[in-house]
């Protein structure tokens, strides 16, 4: 048994009907819930981002990060499940920061609205194009999860967006693959500007040598050669886009040296 599938065994199980207290209120939860571990109430008031405002990044709200930018980005789009507010800060600071794994598999659930909203984005535009081809699905051919320093995996244990991408992995059937390296500890993003985060983020990944031959290989058996290889990264939180950006960078050099066209695609579990 893989670490990763015990892990995610061991986290289902902590929603039995036996530990049921709302992670949020605190309430025994009664009743149906569309997510585990939350009451429905507290689950009716997640911040979804239904309908974003910036089709690049996600956002729900104006973004002027993309509109006064003049440089191509190197993915098609982010899609984010959730707005990033007080409760879902406190949410990610306990499983993130706190090692709470009652909430392993409740933000992957909630990652997955946010493929299901690209996937209907993307099959929707595939449809416009080519109406012939009603019965072809949309959908990612690899997930590629954002990766953690030595150091910052040692204190926290485990990656999240490595545990977030394997909960959609295994929801949608779509393999995830550690593609990507860190090449050093960047620190905290989240007390850093913008223009600091740019510059950390430089040079801050590099390709895996230890799986590129089983990506090439995936690639060849997986992906139609009359189409690009569509790659999605995933991530706990996109704040200024410099993570995502860095590392879509490094995935569209490794296509190009494989001799495939790559469109990548980023899904985080919210968005600042």
């Known amino acids: 048994m893989s670490a990763m599938f015990s892990w995610l065994t061991k986290a289902q199980s902590l929603f039995s009907p036996s530990a049921s207290p709302c992670l949020t209120c605190g309430k025994r939860i009664s009743g149906s819930s569309p997510f585990p571990g ?29 509109t006064r930018s003049t440089e191509p980005s190197p993915i098609i789009c982010n899609r984010s499940a959730v707005a990033y507010n007080s409760v879902m800060r406190e949410w990610l600071g306990q499983y993130k920061y706190s090692g709470n794994e009652r909430y392993a ?3 992957g659930l909630m990652l997955d609205r946010a493929y299901l909203t690209l996937k209907k984005e993307k099959q929707s535009t595939l449809l416009s194009r080519e109406p012939s081809i009603i019965h072809r ?28 991408a394997d909960v959609l992995s295994r929801r949608r059937k779509v393999q995830q693959l550690p593609l990507l390296i860190r090449t050093h ?46 790659i999605v990264i ?30 990548v695609y980023s899904l985080t579990w919210a968005r600042s």
Request: charge should be positive; hydrophobic fraction near 35%.
């Open 137 to 164: 699905s949309w959908s990612a051919d690899l997930l590629v999860p954002v990766p953690v320093s030595d150091s910052r995996l040692m204190e926290r244990g485990f990656n999240q967006a490595e545990r977030l």
């Open 105 to 107: 598999l409740l933000l």
């Open 38 to 66: 939350v009451c429905r109430i507290c689950a009716e008031s997640i911040p979804w981002i239904r309908s974003p405002r910036c089709l690049k990044c996600g956002r729900h709200v104006g973004c002027p990060d993309c």
């Open 234 to 263: 995933v991530d706990d939180i996109y704040t200024t886009g410099s993570t995502i950006r860095a590392c879509a960078e490094i995935i569209q050099q490794i296509g190009s040296d494989y001799g495939y066209t790559i469109e």
């Open 185 to 230: 500890h960047t620190g905290k993003q989240s007390f850093k500007s913008r223009a600091e985060r740019l510059a950390d983020m430089k040079h801050a990944f590099a390709e895996n040598p230890a799986v590129t031959t089983q990506f090439a290989d995936l690639m060849k058996r997986e992906v139609p050669l009359n189409r690009p290889v569509r």
